[in-house]
């Protein structure tokens, strides 16, 4: 196994007191040798961290210490190198920019969070070419253009997004073609998917989920099946295979 732990995690969760986190989480970065970016608002948090394995551990057990992060469930890959030049922890209006004030999931329970499919179940829909009841499923790429082009699920919608702020006016002109289907949008690591379901949703589209976990979860519980190519991580590793090892595209 190799020694540096790359770890991608986000949570919406009110954050009132993002300055505040802000201030200790680069302490405690900085005093255990981590690097990477943490973006902070106060709908939640989206981090990107890597680092000798305990050090990585150890700021997630720091968080989870705080009942709103609980339940953090990081997603794991591994590499030879740390994969950053620095250790960036910013407060931010929104952890992924929609400029959609109002699509901010509910953190106060459940019922706000977008409908989920975990990657297993996916894949056996995919497999079977339909939902459990029996619709057409069809699979939204939700992430910028030049990152679909490393990879992408078999068939996938690609509205050649250049950035992720563009998503909900090509959802509401091409919103009818989704009539009758089950959608499920995917992204990276899931926080744009999530807040692309949950905007389809308001729009009116019926029997829309967010992979849970995204791309990265699929490849670690359901491998690359009805994947082509590789996943495009915002780092020095540039690009995943299914295997989660960095690959040369």
């Not at 720091?62 to 953090?72: K, N, Q, T, V, Y």
Request: with cysteine.
């Amino acid at each position: 196994m190799t020694p540096i732990l790359n770890i991608s995690a986000y949570k919406f969760v009110t954050l009132p007191d993002a300055a505040q986190l802000r201030e200790q989480a680069m302490a405690l970065c900085q005093a255990s040798g981590l690097k990477g970016t943490i973006l902070l608002a106060e709908e939640g948090v989206n981090l990107f961290l890597a680092g000798p394995e305990q050090a990585v551990r150890d700021f997630v057990a720091w968080l989870r210490a705080d009942p709103r992060f609980a339940d953090l469930l990081p997603k794991e890959s591994w590499s030879e190198t740390v994969p950053f030049h620095k250790m960036l922890v910013k407060v931010k209006n929104e952890i992924i920019r929609m400029n959609h004030p109002t699509i901010r999931p509910d953190v106060e329970g459940a019922e706000g969070r977008a409908p989920a499919v975990d990657a297993p179940t996916l894949k056996r829909w995919l497999d079977q070419g339909h939902d459990d009841e029996g619709r057409k499923v069809v699979t939204l790429d939700t992430r910028n253009a030049f990152e679909v082009d490393f990879g992408t699920f078999e068939g996938a919608i690609d509205w050649r997004l250049g950035k992720f702020s563009e998503f909900p006016e090509q959802v509401l002109a091409h919103k009818d073609q989704f009539q009758g289907k089950t959608v499920v949008s995917f992204c990276t690591g899931g926080i744009r998917c999530e807040k692309a379901a949950l905007f389809m949703a308001e729009a009116g589209v019926d029997h829309v989920y967010q992979l849970d976990g995204g791309i990265l979860k699929y490849f670690e519980l359901a491998g690359g099946q009805h994947y082509q190519g590789t996943c495009f991580v915002f780092d020095e590793r540039e690009a995943l295979g299914a295997d989660l090892a960095p690959s040369d595209r």
